[in-house]
C-alpha cells in the first residue's frame, strides 16, 4: 500500500514569508496528486489536484509541485497570512483500476506567526 | 448548493453500544466515502459507496457497517463500540468516477466512554 510522509513537526512562519510544505510517497507514482486545507474539529477542505503530466499548479497564493522522480509534492504558500493556520494534508488516489479511496497523509499544522 | 451534511454532530455512547452515523452527499453524487479521524492522527480510510452497492471498505473490523440508500444518503454503524473508537468520522462524496475533490461534511465527534 502506499506509505505518505508530510512534514513530520509543526511549521511556524512569520506572516509574509513564504510556507513550504512536503509531501513524501513510496511505491507507485498516482496518476494525480491532491491537497487539502483542515481546520480544528473540522471536514477538510479541497484547496488542489496537480497530475502526473503537470509540473506546476498555481491558484491565488498557492502553489503545488509535482516530482515523479523524487516522488515528493511542495505546496508552497506566498505571502502567509495567520488566517493561513492550519493543517494541510495531501492525498493519493490508489493504482489506476483499483478502488477509489484517497489515501492521506497525517498532515502538517502550519502556524503564521503576526 | 448546500453542502454535504452530517448528523449527529456530537454523539456520547458507553463502550458496549452501538452508534448510527448519517451523511446526506451533495446533489447529484452518488458516491460516499466515510474516514475515521483519532484524536491527532489523519484520515483512516472506512467505507465506500456508490450507486447503493459497497465498492471497498478499509482495514476494520467488521462491527463497522454501513448503507448507502436509493436517494445516496448513507448511514455507518458502530457495533459493540469501544474506548478506541472515540474519534471524529468524516464523510465525503464525489461524482461516480470523477478523479476530483472529495467534498468532505463537517464530520461527527463520537465519544466512547
Known amino acids: 500500500s502506499q506509505k505518505i510522509e508530510q512534514n513530520s513537526e509543526a511549521l511556524n512562519i512569520q506572516e509574509g514569508k513564504t510556507a513550504t510544505l512536503t509531501c513524501n510517497y513510496t511505491n507507485y507514482s498516482p496518476a494525480y496528486l491532491q491537497w487539502y486545507r483542515q481546520d480544528p474539529g473540522r471536514g477538510p477542505v479541497f484547496l488542489l489536484l496537480i497530475r502526473e503530466n503537470e509540473k506546476e499548479k498555481r491558484k491565488e497564493r498557492l502553489k503545488v509541485t509535482f516530482d515523479t522522480t523524487l516522488k515528493q509534492s511542495l505546496f508552497h504558500i506566498t505571502a502567509s497570512q495567520p488566517a493561513d493556520s492550519a493543517t494541510y494534508l495531501c492525498a493519493l488516489p490508489p493504482p489506476s483500476g483499483s478502488a477509489r479511496q484517497l489515501t492521506f497523509g497525517s498532515g502538517t499544522q502550519l502556524t503564521v506567526l503576526p | 448548493e448546500a453542502g454535504v451534511t452530517q448528523s449527529p454532530t456530537h454523539l456520547i455512547k458507553t463502550r458496549g453500544q452501538q452508534a448510527t452515523l448519517r451523511c446526506s452527499p451533495i446533489?447529484?453524487?452518488?458516491?460516499v466515502y466515510w474516514y475515521q479521524q483519532a484524536l491527532g492522527l489523519g484520515l483512516q480510510f472506512l467505507l465506500w459507496y456508490d450507486e447503493g452497492e459497497e465498492r471497498n471498505r478499509g482495514n476494520f473490523p467488521p462491527r463497522f457497517s454501513g448503507r448507502q440508500f436509493p436517494n445516496y444518503s448513507s448511514e455507518l454503524n458502530v457495533n459493540a463500540l469501544e474506548l478506541e473508537d472515540s474519534a471524529l468520522y468524516l464523510c465525503?462524496?464525489?461524482?461516480?468516477?470523477?478523479?476530483?475533490?472529495?467534498?468532505f461534511g463537517e464530520g461527527s465527534r463520537l465519544t466512547v466512554l
Open positions: 465525503a462524496s464525489t461524482l461516480r468516477g470523477r478523479t476530483g475533490e472529495l467534498f
Open positions: 446533489s447529484g453524487h452518488t458516491s
